[in-house]
């Protein structure tokens, strides 16, 4: 009885997962702790993946060190049904780890990873239609507590399901503060000749309570159905701490620590840099090799790209690169032009900095709630997408915090449009412009539905009308009919029209009403029509 005893406790000590769950949802994370003390570098030179095995389909992660001898594998399920799973590494208490997990269907506010579909556009990973209507809090996770939790509770009175934001801090003339945990253990901390703190980093370790803090806040995103876009390098340090001065042998390392933990967040994007022309210790080769190291280490291939200056562009024709995440507002100016950039670099395009609503002295800080609202409607009208932003300074900005850097409380009006605008778009489907450089105010989701935008013209009167061409979708024919609803993109209203529109003969490319039928309107900006099929 005895030696029975003894292999019980023999198995159950070493030869099954610590702290794993059996039974894990579609997308959720899986999660592996192993024990192992190690008197070298356990951050690179302790060595730890993971293979998961479905029926035909295998997939191996990289396992990472979380300090205190605790090492971790993650891994996000996709297919559902029983996975086997074994570790190798040359360490014996981290090796030849096997067990199951049970991959069960996604309860219904789990959608998924979001990933490219029908070429411009997103999809969660069941299937539902994903479209970026985001929003910018830069440093938010490094700010107190209280201001964090501020943030949390101002993104969830939005519509918004993107935010963009900085792993590393931001030292920027509108933020100054100083973070209470850093990603690297501090070697040392002296003075200079202005008074400013000096730090000696040691790159070939990590501070885990960083990590895990970020993925705290990664987790709270996620709970509100929000993407995090993460940016892993940036300019905004001045020398200050020195993250974007670190040698590549630090940068790939951070990359492949930052990949193994949070590689297994469904609700996580990859932006390599947000203005990455501006970070001066790094060349266009060092950006596609860096670039390149993100996608070779995730194992599930989040969305990735990078952020120039504006007009800026990147080579977004590289495979690696499933969107573009340009900085320019002209685009979304000039009537046709978002349609031409998308149509160039045939993918998706996300205008992430057009300028922000705010008060500032600062061309790109100031723009009125309806402006910012009537670029994000130039982007969509052209298949496009436009993130938010919001720059209000009061007093100093130091006890009001300006959300664009640190996050906080909203203060603008455009934020409260997103979920209208949101929902329209849900409504409607996907777009892009139904007869591209002749047509630039109507779009099409290709199905019969078209949406048309006036933009910042005031008319009484609109006189029905459809262009014959239909994007690359069967055109409109004669007889047709269509409803028609006046959506007001500003006040968020939408007024069904009661008459009914059919189409006649086609007249110089354009069908009209058989009747000539007009659509009487209120006479104010910033108004849209859809127009609707009825079968």
């Known amino acids: 009885m005895k030696n029975v005893l003894q292999v019980l406790i023999y198995l159950i000590l070493f030869n099954q997962p610590i ?92 959608h998924g990873i979001v990933r490219v579909a029908n070429t411009f556009h997103f999809k969660y990973g069941d299937g539902k239609d994903y479209f970026p209507f985001g929003t910018t809090a830069y440093a938010w996770t490094h700010m107190t507590n209280d201001l964090q939790e501020e943030t949390l509770l101002a993104l969830k009175k939005t519509g918004f399901n993107k935010v963009r934001m900085c792993i590393f ?38 501070n885990p309570v960083f990590f895990q803090h970020l993925e705290k806040r990664i987790d709270n995103l996620r709970d509100m159905g929000i993407e995090a876009d993460l940016i892993l390098f940036h300019p905004y340090d001045k020398g200050r701490w020195g993250f974007d001065e670190m040698p590549m042998e630090a940068n790939l390392s951070y990359i492949k620590y930052v990949v193994a933990r949070l590689a297994s967040f469904k609700n996580v994007w990859w932006s390599l840099a947000n203005e990455y022309d501006y970070v001066k210790s790094k060349t266009e080769a060092d950006w596609l090799q860096l670039i390149k190291e ?175 061409k239909n994007a690359n979708y069967d055109k409109p024919k004669k007889g047709n009919k269509y409803k028609v609803e006046i959506i007001d993109t500003w006040d968020m209203s939408v007024q069904k029209v009661e008459a009914v529109f059919e189409l006649s003969d086609l007249n110089n490319y354009r069908f009209y009403d058989k009747n000539l039928g007009i659509v009487r309107l209120p006479l104010k900006p910033y108004l849209a029509l859809r127009v609707t099929e009825i079968k």
Not at 384 to 407: L, Q, R, S
Not at 426 to 445: C, H, I, P, Q, Y
Request: glycine share 8%.
């Open 294 to 468: 993100v996608v070779k280490q995730d194992p599930f291939k989040h969305l990735c790209s990078i952020h120039g200056s504006t007009a800026k562009y990147y080579n977004y024709w590289i495979p690696e690169l499933t969107h573009a995440s340009i900085q320019d507002e002209s685009p979304v100016i000039n009537w046709g032009a978002a349609a031409t950039i998308r149509n160039i670099y045939n993918k998706p395009i996300v205008f992430d900095e057009v300028g922000y609503e705010g008060n500032l002295k600062l061309r790109w800080g100031w723009y009125s709630g309806e402006e910012m609202n009537h670029l994000i409607w130039m982007g969509l009208i052209g298949g496009t997408y436009v993130t938010h932003g919001e720059a209000f300074m009061v007093g100093d900005g130091k006890n009001y915090p300006i959300f664009w850097a640190k996050g906080g409380e909203l203060r603008g009006t455009s934020w409260k449009r997103a979920a209208f605008n949101r929902q329209i778009i849900e409504e409607t489907g996907a777009l892009e412009m139904a007869d591209v450089s002749r047509d630039f105010k109507t779009a099409t989701n290709g199905k019969g539905t078209y949406l048309i935008y006036f933009g910042k013209e005031m008319n009484e009167t609109w006189r029905f009308n459809l262009p014959n």
């Open 19 to 110: 702290f794993a769950q059996q039974k894990t949802e579609q997308w959720d994370r899986f999660e592996l702790q192993l024990t192992h003390t190690s008197p070298k570098n356990s951050f690179l030179e302790t060595n730890l993946t993971a293979t998961f095995s479905h029926k035909d389909t295998t997939i191996t992660v990289k396992g990472f060190y979380d300090g205190n001898n605790k090492y971790i594998v993650r891994f996000m399920p996709e297919k559902i049904g029983k996975w086997s799973y074994k570790t190798q590494s040359s360490v014996a208490d981290l090796n030849n780890k096997t067990g199951e997990l049970e991959c069960v269907k996604a309860t219904k506010n789990n």
């Open 169 to 206: 801090p931001k030292n920027y003339e509108l933020v100054k503060e100083e973070p209470e945990i850093f990603p690297y253990p501090i070697k040392s901390v002296s003075t200079n000749d202005k008074g400013e703190k000096v730090y000696a980093w040691d790159f070939t370790q990590f």
